[in-house]
């Protein structure tokens, strides 16, 4: 089973993941993994230009690489991030395109999408807390678009069983709480 924890920088997405891996047993894979594709951490630290198309093809070839590093032997798997990210961050490109490519790959689909929907000050206020933000971080034109794709891709259903959205807006342990028994119905076959 799959599970794919999203949102925008600044959502809470890796805190819920790390406590759901934690709570479930489950393996945690987290995208982008730069000791794949360092260029992608160069990127985002400003230190080198990308053009738009190859750093979407990065984002995909990184979650290919490390989806494919998942056996059959572990019964749950927690992404954080997946595919929508790639899709949502994909700027210069026609979201439909990017869907369309994220489609004809052919990459597991999960049996349930989380996205932790937070306001777009708020991530900014949480993302300042924590480190420098990187390029993306700090863009509120793009956190504005990209989480308009998340709601896009919600209301689509996007390439998975289920999508769920949760109100990020939260302390970490009030969010989890509304996620908790959703991801236990899931894993149940209930949902």
Request: with cysteine.
């Amino acid at each position: 089973m799959i599970i794919a924890i999203e949102g925008i920088d600044g959502s809470g997405k890796t805190t819920q993941a790390f406590l759901a891996a934690k709570d479930f047993r489950a393996i945690q894979l987290k995208f982008p993994d730069y000791r794949t594709m360092p260029q992608i951490r160069e990127f985002l630290e400003g230190r080198i230009h990308l053009h738009p198309k190859s750093l979407f093809l990065m984002y995909l070839a990184d979650i290919c690489q490390g989806i494919s590093k998942i056996d059959n032997e572990h019964n749950l798997i927690i992404l954080d991030r997946y595919i929508y990210s790639t899709v949502a961050y994909a700027r210069s490109m026609d979201r439909d395109v990017a869907m369309d490519i994220i489609e004809k790959i052919a990459l597991p689909v999960p049996d349930a999408v989380f996205w932790i929907d937070v306001g777009i000050d708020n991530a900014m206020t949480r993302k300042a807390n924590h480190k420098e933000p990187d390029r993306n971080e700090k863009d509120v034109e793009l956190l504005r678009e990209v989480r308009s794709v998340y709601e896009i891709m919600f209301n689509k259903n996007f390439y998975a069983k289920q999508w769920f959205r949760i109100d990020g807006n939260r302390n970490i342990q009030q969010v989890y709480n509304e996620m908790k028994p959703m991801l236990e119905n899931v894993i149940k076959g209930t949902q």
